[in-house]
């Protein structure tokens, strides 16, 4: 089965590049354009990674990152951070909210692309502390 | 200054504290007086003096010896010390220690009341200065943190054509229905540029005076109904439906067609930034008291209180701007524009349930001749 990736940013056009992106490479992609329809996503749908801008409106990606870790269904799904900021205290935020990896806006697409299945693949996943190659299920 | 200027005086002599306070009284001053170096630190300690009148000999102590305690509680604080002419030595040493002036005894009233309006005239200087380097400072901070959206505005409309420009060019995008999909977003993502670059162009005119408007006669109908139109698939997009109520029988007026439809991108653009899906946005027009007045109106999150007094000002952006985007010029800009038409804008807002800007332009009608 493809690996389910949802994608939740609120510029329309930045969507739209990151879903045909993904698209091409074969993933099945979900999106919405808020933090909060984010949240209720990625608990119904469970995927296999999360995409999450920082600047949404409403609850903005730190807080979404927050509080997908704090529950355990979704504490250990990789999450991609994206942003237009680009200062590190930004990125340091991110990740300290629990987000795998941080990617500013412009981004290379070979690069997001391969950084993505990196993360799917547990490479990414594996650098956390106590989680270990999570995957058993192939 | 709004407040009563108040004077403490620091001296054991009753008599003296008694004279000089009747005749601060008299000058609008207020007086509060110590007996002792302790009395008046227990004073100071509840509330700031402008002036401090401090006798150089108190029974507790010097009076030189309260000048690090008082300059510590209240670094504004003037001290101008009372010295006989003995002591002159020590008052002049008080006024490398921080002392303002010193007078000597016996007192001579005008000397004392030149030497405490010299103090507060000081103190009012250096207030003024105070606030003017504050008010330099947080214009510098909203300077710097417009450079920053701006860069952020500019960058998200690049990166999005730049990504699209790639994938056509790499041979990405096969289909011709996406490949015309994907250059109409470039297309709309460059004129987003264009409006923002644009934006740039106003600020820097009204910065420096030379913003104009060209005025001729217009129906406003036609210039509202040409921005509505312009955002037609931007709103169906977020599900949004603009409605236009805008009578036929609006006279014509005389307006920048061009500034007044930009005011109008302005508004419609917040009013769909800030709604949420599935509803809708209202463009009402009428004439009213020799005024035609427009209204935006949108069912969306709201200003907060707080917010509203600077909705018009440069560089402001509300807390929820700050997440949507923007860079807290549109409105400024909208303001500018419609004061150079002799009219005025404002907006109504509830939080949770929408917000209103309006704004109205004189009615020249027929009858007032056009000077040609």
Same mark, same amino acid.
């Given at each position: 089965?493809?690996?389910? %990736?949802?994608? %939740?940013?609120?510029?329309?056009?930045?969507?739209?590049?990151?879903?045909?992106?993904?698209?091409?490479?074969?993933?099945?992609?979900?999106?919405?354009?808020?933090?909060?329809?984010?949240?209720?996503?990625?608990?119904?749908?469970?995927?296999?990674?999360?995409?999450?801008?920082?600047?949404?409106?409403?609850?903005?990606?730190?807080?979404?990152?927050?509080?997908?870790?704090?529950?355990?269904?979704?504490?250990?799904?990789?999450?991609?951070?994206?942003?237009?900021?680009?200062?590190?205290?930004?990125?340091?935020?991110?990740?300290?909210?629990?987000?795998?990896?941080?990617?500013?806006?412009?981004?290379?697409?070979?690069?997001?692309?391969?950084? %993505?299945?990196?993360?799917?693949?547990?490479?990414?996943?594996?650098?956390?502390?106590?989680?270990?190659?999570?995957?058993?299920?192939? | 200054?709004?407040?009563?200027?108040?004077?403490?005086?620091?001296?054991?002599?009753?008599?003296?504290?008694?004279?000089?306070?009747?005749?601060?009284?008299?000058?609008?001053?207020?007086?509060?007086?110590?007996?002792?170096?302790?009395?008046?630190?227990?004073?100071?300690?509840?509330?700031?003096?402008?002036?401090?009148?401090?006798?150089?000999?108190?029974?507790?102590?010097?009076?030189?010896?309260?000048?690090?305690?008082?300059?510590?509680?209240?670094?504004?604080?003037?001290?101008?010390?009372?010295?006989?002419?003995?002591?002159?030595?020590?008052?002049?040493?008080?006024?490398?220690?921080?002392?303002?002036?010193?007078?000597?005894?016996?007192?001579?009233?005008?000397?004392?009341?030149?030497?405490?309006?010299?103090?507060?005239?000081?103190?009012?200087?250096?207030?003024?200065?105070?606030?003017?380097?504050?008010?330099?400072?947080?214009?510098?901070?909203?300077?710097?943190?417009?450079?920053?959206?701006?860069?952020?505005?500019?960058?998200?409309?690049?990166?999005?054509?730049?990504?699209?420009?790639?994938?056509?060019?790499?041979?990405?995008?096969?289909?011709?229905?996406?490949?015309?999909?994907?250059?109409?977003? #470039?297309?709309?993502?460059?004129?987003?540029?264009?409006?923002?670059?644009?934006?740039?162009?106003?600020?820097?005119?009204?910065?420096?005076?030379?913003?104009?408007?060209?005025?001729?006669?217009?129906?406003?109908?036609?210039?509202?109904?040409?921005?509505?139109?312009?955002?037609?698939?931007?709103?169906?997009?977020?599900?949004?439906?603009?409605?236009?109520?805008?009578?036929?029988?609006?006279?014509?007026?005389?307006?920048?067609?061009?500034? #007044?439809?930009?005011?109008?991108?302005?508004?419609?653009?917040?009013?769909?930034?800030?709604?949420?899906?599935?509803?809708?946005?209202?463009?009402?027009?009428?004439?009213?008291?020799?005024?035609?007045?427009?209204?935006?109106?949108?069912?969306?999150?709201?200003?907060?209180?707080?917010?509203?007094?600077?909705?018009?000002?440069?560089?402001?952006?509300?807390?929820?701007?700050?997440?949507?985007?923007?860079?807290?010029?549109?409105?400024?800009?909208?303001?500018?524009?419609?004061?150079?038409?002799?009219?005025?804008?404002?907006?109504?807002?509830?939080?949770?349930?929408?917000?209103?800007?309006?704004?109205?332009?004189?009615?020249?009608?027929?009858?007032?001749?056009?000077?040609?």
């Amino acid at each position: 089965m493809n690996k389910k %990736i949802l994608v %939740i940013e609120d510029d329309p056009s930045t969507l739209r590049l990151i879903k045909y992106t993904l698209q091409q490479e074969g993933y099945e992609v979900l999106t919405v354009p808020n933090g909060l329809e984010g949240l209720r996503k990625a608990r119904s749908e469970l995927p296999d990674l999360v995409i999450l801008d920082v600047m949404l409106p409403g609850i903005d990606g730190f807080e979404v990152c927050h509080q997908l870790r704090a529950e355990s269904q979704t504490a250990q799904l990789p999450i991609l951070m994206i942003s237009g900021k680009t200062r590190g205290i930004d990125k340091a935020t991110g990740l300290k909210m629990g987000a795998d990896d941080y990617v500013t806006k412009p981004w290379h697409r070979p690069e997001l692309v391969a950084k %993505i299945a990196a993360m799917l693949d547990g490479n990414g996943v594996a650098l956390k502390a106590n989680c270990g190659r999570g995957s058993t299920g192939e | 200054m709004d407040e009563k200027e108040n004077i403490l005086i620091i001296d054991d002599d009753e008599s003296t504290c008694r004279s000089l306070t009747l005749i601060f009284n008299k000058k609008g001053y207020e007086v509060e007086t110590a007996g002792t170096g302790r009395d008046a630190i227990d004073k100071a300690q509840g509330r700031f003096f402008n002036v401090a009148l401090v006798d150089i000999k108190l029974p507790d102590m010097e009076g030189t010896a309260l000048l690090p305690p008082l300059k510590e509680m209240h670094p504004e604080m003037a001290v101008i010390m009372i010295t006989a002419y003995a002591s002159v030595e020590n008052a002049v040493r008080a006024l490398t220690e921080g002392a303002s002036a010193y007078i000597t005894k016996p007192l001579n009233i005008d000397e004392v009341l030149a030497a405490v309006r010299g103090a507060l005239d000081k103190q009012r200087l250096v207030e003024e200065k105070r606030r003017a380097e504050e008010a330099l400072r947080e214009l510098d901070r909203m300077k710097s943190e417009f450079v920053s959206n701006v860069s952020h505005e500019l960058r998200s409309p690049l990166h999005a054509i730049r990504g699209f420009t790639k994938l056509l060019l790499e041979g990405k995008v096969p289909q011709p229905e996406i490949q015309r999909e994907f250059l109409s977003v #470039i297309d709309k993502q460059s004129q987003r540029l264009g409006v923002l670059i644009d934006g740039l162009f106003d600020l820097s005119r009204l910065e420096s005076g030379r913003f104009q408007i060209q005025k001729q006669r217009l129906s406003i109908r036609d210039v509202i109904h040409k921005a509505v139109e312009s955002f037609y698939s931007l709103a169906s997009d977020k599900g949004i439906v603009i409605s236009e109520d805008i009578p036929a029988t609006l006279p014509e007026i005389e307006a920048d067609g061009e500034r #007044i439809s930009q005011v109008m991108v302005n508004l419609l653009s917040n009013a769909i930034k800030f709604s949420n899906g599935g509803r809708s946005v209202i463009v009402k027009g009428g004439a009213k008291d020799g005024e035609l007045v427009v209204q935006v109106t949108d069912r969306g999150i709201g200003i907060t209180k707080e917010a509203m007094p600077h909705l018009f000002e440069r560089f402001y952006r509300t807390e929820d701007s700050m997440a949507r985007g923007g860079t807290g010029l549109g409105l400024y800009i909208s303001r500018q524009i419609i004061e150079a038409h002799g009219g005025r804008i404002w907006a109504e807002s509830k939080v949770g349930k929408g917000t209103t800007v309006s704004f109205a332009l004189p009615l020249n009608e027929v009858g007032s001749v056009s000077h040609e």
